[in-house]
């Protein structure tokens, strides 16, 4: 059986021969790559938030979205979650994170992109793309302060129909970012200027999970609004 440094080895080195692993082979890849949470209904790859280029600016800034941002506290300290984010920034500037996510996508019908952290570069973005054009029965839901280099990628190539690109708006109770694809809001008060689209329903369930709501990934709802909390 794969040892663990020795997928992290393939991740980064060679391509995966799928076909020579066993089943409990790839479900240990998968849980080295995928992140699983308890609110949504899908995997989803995670880096530091700490990375995050444009989020570390607005995490200075009082009333930002990323001002006390989950991603910076608590359980993404401990030191396991910093070294899977390592490994999985080392894996996406890898030059088989396309090969290997495409394999590991394919079965797949929801994946979302960075429950923490951002694109880090316009090669990174790209990289994601691709693997979103080679797996279209995934829906893929990609949340993003990165506005200037996903501009500069959509001046020369068009999005999947599987992707749910969402400009995050930069402060609380202002009202979806103009020209972008799609758009998330946050609110602190149901008058705010935020509060528009489909309103995010998990802070208001017993448990804060998505449920059966799939609008993050729908590409038919302009702004999702998320409550402050
Ligand atoms: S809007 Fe729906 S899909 Fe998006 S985070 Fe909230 S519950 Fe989940």
Not at 155 to 175: E, G, I, Q
Request: net charge positive.
């Amino acid at each position: 059986m794969l040892t663990e440094n020795k997928i992290l080895y393939y991740l980064k080195h060679e391509v995966v021969d799928y076909k020579n692993l066993t089943v409990k082979e790839l479900k240990q890849l998968r849980k080295l790559v995928w992140t699983l949470t308890s609110k949504m209904p899908c995997p989803s790859l995670s880096i530091s938030a700490f990375l995050c280029r444009v989020g570390d600016k607005l995490s200075k800034i009082k009333d930002s979205v990323c001002y006390f941002c989950y991603a910076r506290r608590g359980f993404y300290h401990m030191p396991n979650v910093k070294a899977k984010h390592q490994q999985m920034l080392e894996f996406m500037e890898s030059k088989y994170f396309v090969d290997v996510m495409v394999q590991l996508n394919s079965e797949l019908s929801f994946f979302r992109w960075f429950d923490s952290g951002d694109i880090q570069s316009l090669d990174m973005a790209k990289d994601i793309l691709d693997i979103c054009e080679q797996t279209p029965n995934c829906k893929y839901w990609i949340p993003t302060k990165e506005y200037k280099d996903w501009k500069t990628i959509l001046k020369s190539r068009s999005l999947p129909s599987n992707v749910a690109l969402r400009f995050s708006t930069p402060m609380n109770d202002t009202p979806p970012l103009d020209k972008a694809p799609l758009t998330t809001t946050v609110f602190t008060s149901e008058d705010s200027l935020g509060a528009v689209g489909v309103k995010c329903g998990a802070s208001y369930k017993d448990k804060y999970e998505c449920g059966d709501c799939r609008a993050c990934w729908d590409t038919n709802i302009n702004n999702v609004a998320y409550a402050k909390h």
